[in-house]
């Protein structure tokens, strides 16, 4: 998947998804790398792995039932 | 972020104000960290006059959905705290306030730049010392500050402190009302004074 983010842009989705529950959060220790900042680093939570499974599940049951795109011509379906 | 860059001239420190002043306390490490960590990536790879380039564009780019989680984190702070809830209501009454001292604001400016009588020929002005528009257009200063407090909210040992942060320095509402009102009245005293003076008025 080749597709890139602003810095900013990842931290809102990151946001709904730990007050969802979904992730947590703690800051790490501070680098000289980071001009002595801390990292934020993110956590998979329990209730966020079922909900990547239901997720997986639920896409794998969409194309399931997609017909076989390969010879499909347009309009056929 | 300089120690990590070996090169000559670093990304413009605006940028760092601009970042300081948008992300809350809690996002502030972390974002600014990645912001250094990724210039001094960039400037490994690109050298510093692209980093620059990137930095800026970044930060620009970055700007609405910076807006959007600060207001996300205001609205849940809002939701869940009646201390703010009450707030509102002061600051809604000061911004109502600012309805009518802006009307006297602008008729006191009227007045003084043009000799137009608005809403303010009711009242002999003159007998002041300082012309009415100066101190309204300080009021109306003052009323604006007064909405700060509900926008800048900060959770500190467990008491709610509402303060103006500017460059991520707590600065007490009242320092700053006081420093704008003068500052304001001197500014606009002086203005309304050069005006008449090359007007011949």
Known sequence: MQRTFSIGAIYVPLDRLEQKGYLSSYMGAPTQMRGGRSKRIYKITASGIEALKTTRALNEAIWADMPNLDGLLPGTV | MQGHLSSSKPPPEWGEWVLIGLVSPADRDAILGDFAEMCGDKANETGMRKTRLWYVLEIVKCLPSLCILRYRQRRRMM??????????????????????????????????????????????????????????????????????PVLHVAYKDGDIISTLHLRGRGLNLTVVACVGFVLMTIFIYLLAENFQIFAGV
């Open chain 2, 79 to 148: 939701g869940h705290t009646p201390f703010l809830q009450s707030s509102v209501k002061p600051a809604g009454i000061g911004f109502l306030l600012m309805i009518p001292a802006l009307l006297l604001c602008g008729g006191g400016l009227l007045q003084s730049l043009f000799g137009v009588y608005t809403v303010n020929n009711a009242i002999d002005f003159s007998l002041f010392i300082f012309h009415p528009a100066v101190i309204l257009s300080g009021v109306f200063i003052a009323c604006i500050l007064n909405l700060f």
